[in-house]
């Protein structure tokens, strides 16, 4: 079996960049330019939304985003064929960054669980972070999930006490990503000596007790923003403020024009 792309990337001490991308938003036709744009200018991972009606997770910028989606005829089936052509380069150039797939659990459930985890694969995806799948009942679609070679990414908030922090670090395949806030997506900009205060001790606390490498997500929506996080943490998510910024694009091609100028100002 290949070795997966995303434990290749993290061999390396770089610090990451990752994007957070709702597919065919704001247009349809937007998810392979917006994908060429993202590798061209940096981004280390892609995560990829899959569009869903009830995400406990994400805030109004990830929902709205979530039901155009939706609307423009985005299904789990859908996405698996996008990550196919993206990754062929049928329609776009060949894009070779890892892609992970951000979801809940419904959608792969309806689709047929060991269905997914082979369509995926097949289609070539390189993991999945699944913000409803409690890590205590995880075991056996994580062992599922390995067999397949796919990184399983699980969540660690604010208030995750450091035994916890311990059982998610050791689920996670290759590293865990970090709540910056007790909100949901793009709730927060993390401003105010008392917000960073609280980050950095937080972010000082997983550290102690996690052996693996993690990545910071939620409100992080600047150049400024991803320094910091990387002083702390081992990478860093942006996506509500991408998906803020192509919110007015009326094409594709607008869309990954924008994605790119974005992208490069947190470069």
Avoid at 190 to 201: F, Q, R
């Amino acid at each position: 079996m290949t070795q997966n792309r995303i434990t290749t990337l993290l061999e390396s001490d770089k610090k990451l960049l990752i994007a957070y991308y709702m597919p065919e938003y704001p247009v349809e036709g937007a998810t392979l330019p917006v994908l060429e744009a993202l590798e061209e200018n940096g981004a280390d991972i892609i995560e990829l939304g899959i569009p869903f009606s009830d995400p406990v997770g994400d805030g109004p910028v990830i929902q709205g985003a979530a039901q155009t989606a939706i609307r423009n005829g985005v299904t789990v089936r859908h996405l698996l064929e996008l990550v196919r052509r993206a990754r062929t380069g049928e329609g776009c150039r060949k894009i070779t960054a890892p892609i992970l797939l951000m979801g809940y659990c419904n959608p792969l459930i309806a689709y047929g669980g060991e269905c997914f985890l082979q369509d995926a694969v097949d289609a070539g995806v390189d993991g999945l972070l699944l913000p409803d799948l409690p890590p205590e009942e995880a075991e056996d679609f994580l062992e599922r999930a390995k067999s397949f070679g796919l990184t399983v990414v699980f969540l660690i908030s604010p208030v995750t006490p450091p035994e916890r922090i311990e059982l998610i670090d050791s689920l996670s395949t290759d590293f865990s990503y970090c709540l910056a806030v007790n909100a949901t997506t793009g709730t927060s900009k993390l401003s105010g000596a008392e917000a960073d205060e609280a980050i950095e001790k937080y972010l000082k606390r997983v550290r102690e007790h996690a052996r693996k490498k993690f990545v910071v997500g939620f409100g992080i929506r600047d150049k400024s923003r991803v320094e910091r996080m990387w002083r702390l943490a081992d990478g860093a998510v942006v996506g509500s403020a991408l998906l803020q910024h192509i919110a007015g694009a009326a094409s594709p091609a607008e869309t990954a024009r924008l994605v790119g100028e974005f992208w490069r100002s947190l470069r």
